[in-house]
């Protein structure tokens, strides 16, 4: 195993470099600007023919040219005294090896406690919105025992109502539903009044054509937060110039994610860096401020401590990321977020097949709207523009199948 240096115009031309040379599943350890060039450090298995490559790439690359790639061998006891690894270094320039792998055993393993409390706290904290939800609705049919319900309206419409109260939509909002719909005699009318009752208390937003700024992506662990803003980045990248857009990760620690972060930002050809504390965060965002757009990715646990990112020189845009099949607990625990000013919420793992009732249920009347959402795990696939009518025609049109 050994370490290469990459130096490249950008971080497309670099990630292209990096393919061509060691293949498709080269290991980036680390992506940054150096000399207003990219610089990344690749641990790769070095093949013959692949150092014969990297001879040829050092002749010919004459170094009076700006756009040409320069890549240099880099042996590992280079790169530990260079700042690639300067969080291992110890204050002993005599440190032996041993010492370093035990520090490195020793990190590791507090990250994985680290981990494992923050997924004990989702967990715990789940099992409260469930229940709180559990006992609204308990309280509500408590309430509403004497109503006459579904024998108020048309008996062509009640295998309808009938297939509502088979799905995640709240009682609160089927009784509203059945109240309004007894007013019309046949199914299509009565989808109409539900569609025209939804969309006018379930708020959407069209938050790509003009985004800006400093946008701050959060949400549950494993929600799709970070191939959501790989996507955000590619596609704003092609309007705005790649480098004018750019992705910061805040304090994620998970084994694997700054490095699946790193290759997909080199997939959408934007830059891509690295924050641990509030006041890292920043001093690259007051560095980046020339930059157009800039999207922050988190891990799980910051989407509970949002109002902890107070950074008094910058504002920031935040967004909720929820997958599209998650309960109405696990979303209105973030949306009832007192402190936390939602600009909007995005769907990942969207498909028209998902019954969508329980996001419905805890956005409804809510003033955060929903924006977009990611279909699949493939970059190059546009996010699609989440409206109203189309979410509830698709999971009426599932209940109605549901029915035959």
């Not at 050092?58 to 690639?84: G, M, R, Y």
């Not at 965002?285 to 999207?295: D, H, M, R, V």
């Amino acid at each position: 195993m050994e370490l290469q240096r990459i130096l490249a115009k950008d971080s497309r031309s670099a990630m292209d470099q990096v393919h061509k040379l060691f293949g498709q599943d080269a290991l980036v350890i680390s992506n940054k600007r150096a000399k207003n060039k990219t610089e990344l450090i690749v641990a790769v298995d070095l093949e013959d023919n692949a150092n014969e490559a990297l001879e040829d790439i050092q002749i010919a690359s004459p170094s009076s040219s700006k756009n040409d790639i320069k890549t240099t061998n880099t042996t590992f006891d280079e790169v530990l005294d260079s700042s690639v690894f300067n969080d291992l270094k110890s204050t002993n320039d005599n440190e032996s090896s041993q010492q370093i792998q035990t520090h490195a055993e020793k990190v590791l393993t507090e990250e994985a406690e680290q981990q494992e409390t923050r997924q004990a706290k989702e967990i715990v904290s789940l099992v409260k919105s469930e229940l709180s939800v559990m006992r609204r609705e308990i309280l509500l049919s408590q309430q509403l025992a004497t109503w006459p319900g579904i024998e108020v309206v048309s008996y062509k419409i009640q295998p309808l109502i009938k297939a509502l109260s088979e799905t995640g939509l709240s009682l609160s909002l089927r009784t509203l539903i059945t109240s309004v719909v007894s007013e019309v005699s046949s199914v299509e009318d009565a989808i109409i009044k539900i569609t025209e009752i939804i969309n006018a208390n379930l708020a959407t937003q069209d938050i790509l054509t003009k985004m800006s700024g400093n946008h701050l992506f959060a949400g549950s662990p494993g929600a799709g937060k970070t191939m959501m803003i790989a996507k955000i980045a590619r596609q704003k990248a092609s309007e705005l110039g790649e480098q004018n857009v750019a992705v910061v990760s805040y304090r994620d620690s998970r084994i694997g994610a700054w490095n699946q972060l790193q290759l997909l930002c080199g997939q959408a050809g934007v830059e891509s860096y690295k924050a641990t504390t509030i006041e890292s965060l920043e001093i690259i965002l007051e560095e980046l401020s020339e930059k157009s757009l800039i999207l922050i990715d988190t891990c799980g646990d910051d989407a509970l401590a949002m109002n902890d990112l107070k950074i008094k020189k910058v504002h920031l845009n935040k967004h909720l990321i929820v997958s599209s099949d998650a309960s109405e607990a696990s979303i209105a625990r973030f949306v009832k977020q007192n402190n936390t000013q939602w600009s909007s919420v995005l769907l990942s793992r969207y498909n028209q097949d998902i019954d969508v009732w329980p996001i419905i249920n805890a956005l409804i009347n809510k003033s955060v709207p929903l924006s977009i959402a990611n279909e699949d795990g493939n970059i190059m696939t546009p996010l699609k523009q989440l409206n109203t009518i189309d979410l509830v025609s698709a999971n009426i049109q599932n209940m109605q199948l549901s029915l035959v």
